[in-house]
């Protein structure tokens, strides 16, 4: 694998919240000496996405200049990142926490603290306390803290997460006074002019851009570089008529300009969601995934879609496993079968769904 394809890949961990690998690999691309200076500068402003510290921010993108000094995208953001307030970066520590209360007046963005990825922006979407953020910003965590403004805050608990769509959903108590209605699909075209809002008063305008045919099912292409964004993303982009298009993300397009979930697409997913909910009562959101899972109210230990090990929160450890329950839930079938629990659910990532762990190389297929 060569180093544009290394930096590729770092640029997909990040978008995909995995920060850790990526600056892994960020950081060896810039201490080696394959790429060259135009890929130098990017790795080094994808660098200072890892962060949510504003003089980290600066001496990545002044690095990132030194190496490609012509690049207008990088000047532009350097300035954005040193004029504009910093993004909060701590759960506030006074002010009345709004548990239940109704907003007298809907705020156009809130902010949304807690997530894996830094201060996030967030709005929204419906009457019963459902806000959307990226699921980039929000990472693993299963809670986060929702700022209506400098001194009004509430709890907000995660209730599913759409990695491949780049979007979260939070729970909170608090109602809307009146909801933001989304623009027509008829009225989202090519040229749309659109301001996307930040909390804390940060405000990008730019333009709807074309794009594929073939994937414009949930993604609007924008005129704005991920660089200029003053947070992980979920910033409401309203048209001249205040309505609502979509939410902005740090994930691009082909020539680097931030992408935008469709307004349309996110009220679907949260319809969805909502009737999971009701289909499945007896289930927990899987902070690995994003998913639902029922696998504890059997006595299961691991979400039945990634596999991944539930928390001592969600994990009722000492419920004893109905055996025939998770072999439903699981899709008992013929895979080979497990050298530590005999189960034949099939494995993820090489661990086995049924206990969590790692497949014995030497296992076979059969009985």
């Avoid at 532009?76 to 759960?91: F, I, K, N, W």
């Avoid at 009225?187 to 659109?194: D, L, V």
């Avoid at 029922?294 to 539930?310: D, I, N, P, S, V």
């Amino acid at each position: 694998m060569n180093a544009q394809n290394d930096l590729r890949q770092a640029i997909e961990l990040m978008q995909d919240g995995k920060v850790d690998p990526s600056v892994d690999l960020l950081n060896r691309l810039i201490a080696g000496d394959e790429l060259d200076e135009k890929g130098r500068a990017t790795a080094f402003v994808w660098l200072a996405e890892s962060r949510d510290d504003g003089e980290f921010k600066i001496r990545c993108l002044v690095q990132a200049l030194k190496h490609d000094p012509k690049n207008q995208q990088i000047r532009q953001g350097l300035q954005q990142v040193t004029a504009a307030p910093p993004p909060p970066s701590q759960r506030p520590a006074a002010g009345p926490a709004l548990r239940r209360a109704k907003l007298e007046e809907t705020p156009a963005v809130v902010g949304i603290l807690g997530g894996l990825n830094g201060a996030a922006s967030g709005v929204f979407i419906n009457d019963t306390g459902i806000i959307a953020t990226t699921s980039y910003a929000i990472g693993g965590a299963r809670r986060a803290t929702v700022m209506l403004d400098a001194k009004r805050h509430a709890p907000g608990t995660v209730v599913r997460r759409y990695p491949s769509h780049d979007l979260a959903l939070i729970k909170t108590a608090l109602r809307m006074a009146q909801k933001r209605n989304a623009a027509p699909p008829s009225s989202i075209g090519e040229g749309t002019a659109f301001v996307a809002l930040g909390y804390g008063g940060v405000k990008l305008r730019g333009l709807l851009g074309r794009f594929n045919s073939r994937r414009t099912q949930q993604w609007l292409r924008t005129s704005i570089p991920p660089v200029q964004m003053p947070d992980a993303g979920g910033n409401p982009m309203i048209d001249e008529n205040g309505q609502l298009l979509a939410l902005l993300t740090r994930n691009v397009d082909g020539a680097g300009k931030a992408l935008a979930i469709k307004m349309s697409h996110i009220e679907s997913l949260a319809a969805q969601m909502t009737r999971d909910r009701q289909l499945m009562p007896n289930s927990d959101y899987c902070a690995a995934c994003g998913g639902r899972t029922r696998a504890r109210h059997y006595g299961g230990k691991h979400c039945e879609t990634c596999g991944a090990a539930l928390g001592r929160d969600v994990a009722e450890s000492a419920a004893t496993p109905q055996a025939d329950k998770l072999a439903a839930l699981l899709g008992e079938n013929s895979a080979r079968p497990c050298r530590r629990c005999g189960a034949r659910v099939g494995d993820y990532d090489g661990r086995c769904l049924r206990c969590g762990q790692a497949m014995a190389v030497s296992a076979q297929a059969g009985s």
